[in-house]
């Protein structure tokens, strides 16, 4: 965050690549495989989705990788909504950066990157390559020659040093684009098919089962650039060699449905769709069709932006099963910033809007212009993007524990435990520490009664929702919920309780989790007693809320935490029964009880939400363990005005002193400790936070508590490097540093110093 531009781009490798040569290159290096970036963990099916469309989100911002670590940037917050999120960017490979591969993985949604090919930067030659490989420097020929013509030579080469790239940087698949002529005709585009089945295969080896190709609709078999805006005959081979298709957005309204057509008359032998498909054919059905959606609204009907309902409406991804491709959703951000008065707080109400609705519930939508020779179409009142797709939960705590300090990847300052460490100018952006904002409670919470039925006569208060970057746990952001009611008279009003959901999650049946939550009351409050529980509820749509169980630790519950912060701590199980699905979904939420002694006045109180986690309960009869980092090791150098090098370090996982043994012979059926349960056990961590602190000029150095925060990894997408560069402050001309490393775990924790490590540097020595 306070790194420096250029530090992140020598510490990183290349981004992208300008051509397949540039790939060549990077192959020959043997590139180790970035262990920092978090794996894709997939989620369950949501609830509804039955054979609802899927949202493919291709995110094209300004060229890409335009993010700043020293200021506010566009961020995407509703993965709730999105199955598969690609990175796209004009340069012939496009790699997605680790925090937004992180970002995706953490909710469950594949990340892709883009394959592009365009006549302006010398695509139609690469194009070639891409099919023949790289061929050697060496003079060569056929061994003999002949008579015979064959086509054009399909190399396996590029497919694997793509699936490479893929496997090296962690994330899924790509999206092929191939926007420029192929002058070969059908003989290379019959070569190019073919090699992009070659393509898909090595992504699914390497990748995993996974792993996605998208063909985008450009070229048709004849080699010709042209655009259809529907799956037909013309490019429906690409579309059978991968694993689905995203269509060009300037479709009229009747271009939906046909395409739904046009699928249904094919073989179901092309398809998949046949009780015994040969092997290797991918299963294909409607919802592989993405169709696509201009978010600028160029060429798009309905004129997108908010109108982008008008084109969804055609689709019916609800409906007719077709999926949607939504093109350049930064569009919120990119039309509004350079205007007067715009800030952070102004987008997030645009962008959410956009996506959930408005708070206020009502959306003025400007009309779209009429493209010539279309027809007049009438919609109705506007709908947000996320009404029309399944709503998914993250992946099952059981695989991938949740966490979230409910932050939007940037902010203003950075705390730690709930004590302000950094204060940044102009804010900063960090997409590897974004996580879930609450995906219950926008565009705003939902209350419900909890308890006493007599309390339903009366309207429960008014709910609101906002992120605030002025106060935090952990990280740069809070979650605060606003609640107020006006003064009543009734009898019953003076105490009240209700359930306020705030985030998703899925549950094994028979899985114990533990979950933690960590808030603290705000303005507002003086007027009033409240009791505030922590609870699960399931949302499973049986009707019958008690398939989870939940019993309150007794012992971590109510922990009162620094800055008026509370911690409060259960353990839930979701129950088994009959019919019972793998997976339930349900919602992490407060209890709120309201006590007022003079229930006439207005109730208007906020909570500020820091941090929660769900995680699968330890079984007591695990042995105990603690994690810790176990060393650190620098290597730098310095000049007159800077100290630039790497950290490093190791983490370790450290046991309690055994007890007595009490082994007596070798029959004894006890263990002489208590056995690890399963292989899995070793203790992730989220992320690091690095700190520094020079010597004074008489050699002496603080505690790590005065040490001063300089940032944390995670941008790189390296485990356990952070690059450093400082600036020598006057009473550190001599360079001698001590640097701290603080783990901070996928519970949540933060390391006490007494687990956490330093190293030196002096850079008085010569090195």
């Known amino acids: 965050m306070p790194l420096l531009e ?26 180790r495989k970035l262990d920092g ?17 899927k949202l493919l989100v291709c995110h094209d911002y300004k060229g890409g990788y335009t993010e700043s670590t020293s200021a506010l940037s566009y961020t995407f917050n509703f993965w709730s909504s999105c199955s598969t999120f690609i990175y796209f960017s004009h340069h012939r490979v496009t790699v997605p950066p680790p925090g937004w591969i992180t970002a995706a993985h953490r909710q469950g949604v594949k990340m892709l990157g883009t394959l592009i090919f365009e006549g302006h930067d010398g695509g139609e030659e690469d194009c070639l390559r891409l099919l023949v490989g790289n061929l050697p420097a060496s003079l060569n020929g056929p061994a003999k020659s002949t008579a015979t013509t064959s086509s054009l030579p399909l190399s396996p080469h590029y497919a694997r040093l ?8 962690g994330f899924d698949g790509y999206l092929l684009n191939f926007e420029c002529p192929l002058r070969g005709g059908v003989e290379q585009t019959r070569t190019l098919a073919a090699w992009i089945t070659l393509l898909q295969s090595e992504i699914l080896s390497k990748v995993g089962s996974h792993g996605e190709i998208i063909w985008y609709d450009s070229v048709i078999f004849t080699g010709r650039l042209a655009w259809q805006d529907r799956l037909n005959s013309l490019n429906l081979p690409f579309f059978l060699s991968s694993t689905s298709f995203f269509t060009n957005y300037t479709w009229p309204p009747n271009h939906p449905n046909h395409t739904a057509e046009y699928f249904m008359s094919l073989d179901a032998e092309l398809t998949g769709n046949t009780p015994n498909p040969r092997s290797g054919i991918a299963k294909k059905s409607l919802n592989d069709i993405y169709m696509g959606i201009d978010v600028w609204g160029r060429g798009c009907h309905g004129g997108g932006g908010l109108g ?17 491709a939504l093109f350049g959703q930064a569009w919120t951000w990119e039309s509004e910033q350079d205007k007067s008065g715009w800030d952070w707080q102004k987008w997030w109400t645009y962008e959410s809007t956009l996506w959930v609705g408005s708070a206020s519930g009502t959306v003025d939508v400007p009309e779209a212009h009429r493209r010539k020779g279309e027809p007049e179409c009438l919609h109705g009142a506007f709908r947000p993007i996320s009404s029309f797709f399944p709503q998914y939960t993250p992946p099952d705590p059981t695989f991938l524990p949740l966490h979230t300090a409910f932050s939007p990847g940037v902010g203003r300052a950075w705390f730690v435990n709930g004590v302000k460490v950094f204060k940044g100018g102009d804010g900063w952006t960090d997409i590897d520490k974004q996580c879930s904002v609450g995906d219950l409670v926008w565009p705003r919470p939902v209350l419900a009664w909890e308890g006493e039925a007599t309390q339903r006569d009366n309207p429960l208060p008014d709910a609101v929702s906002a992120i605030t970057m002025d106060d935090a746990w952990n990280g740069g952001s809070a979650l605060k919920l606003t609640l107020t009611s006006p003064g009543s008279q009734a009898e019953n009003v003076m105490y009240r309780c ?28 003086e007027s009033a007693e409240f009791d505030i529980g922590f609870s699960v509820k399931s949302t499973s749509g049986s009707g019958d809320k008690e ?20 911690k409060l701590s259960i353990r839930f199980v979701g129950t088994k029964h009959q019919n019972t699905a793998n997976t339930l979904t349900g919602a992490a939420g407060l209890i709120v009880a309201v006590i007022m002694e003079d229930p006439s006045l207005p109730l208007n109180f906020s909570i500020l939400l820091g941090q929660m986690n769900i995680y699968p309960s330890t079984p007591d009869s695990a042995a105990p363990h603690s994690p810790q980092v176990l060393w650190a090791d620098f290597s730098g150098s310095k000049n007159a005005t800077s100290l630039s090098g790497t950290l490093t370090w190791e983490v370790a996982a450290s046991f309690p002193p055994l007890a007595a043994i009490n082994i007596t012979t070798p029959d004894d059926p006890l263990p002489v400790w208590i056995a690890q349960p399963s292989n899995r056990w070793f203790p992730e961590f989220l992320y690091f936070n690095i700190y520094r602190l020079w010597y004074s000029p008489d050699g002496k150095v603080g505690q790590p508590e005065e040490a001063t925060w300089i940032g944390t990894t995670g941008l790189d997408g390296k485990r356990n490097s952070f690059a450093v560069h400082e600036t020598l402050s006057t009473h550190a001309v001599h360079g001698k540093a001590r640097f701290y490393v603080q783990g901070v775990t996928d519970r949540g924790v933060v390391l006490d110093w007494e687990r956490c490590v330093y190293v030196d540097y002096d850079g008085s020595r010569k090195h």
């Not at 992140?8 to 020959?28: H, M, V």
């Not at 970036?37 to 469309?53: C, V």
């Not at 982008?308 to 949607?324: E, K, M, N, Q, T």
């Not at 114990?512 to 939550?517: C, E, I, K, R």
């Open 498 to 525: 209700f359930w306020l959901p705030i985030q998703s999650t899925s549950i094994t049946p028979g899985q114990s989790y533990d979950a933690t939550v960590i808030y603290k009351v705000g303005h507002g409050s």
């Open 37 to 53: 970036i978090l794996e894709y963990t997939p989620r369950p099916p949501s609830n509804d989705a039955g054979a609802k469309g």
């Open 547 to 566: 398939f989870v169980d939940v019993s309150v630790i007794g012992s971590n519950d109510d922990a009162e935490l620094h800055g008026g912060w509370t």
């Open 308 to 324: 982008c309902y008008r084109a969804l409406d055609h689709i019916s991804p609800d409906s007719l099963g077709l999926s949607v």
């Open 162 to 169: 793509l699936a490479d790239l893929a496997h090296q940087r």
């Open 6 to 31: 250029k530090t992140i781009s020598a510490g990183t490798e290349l981004p992208y690549f300008l051509s397949l040569k540039a790939l060549d290159t990077w192959a020959a290096n043997s590139p």
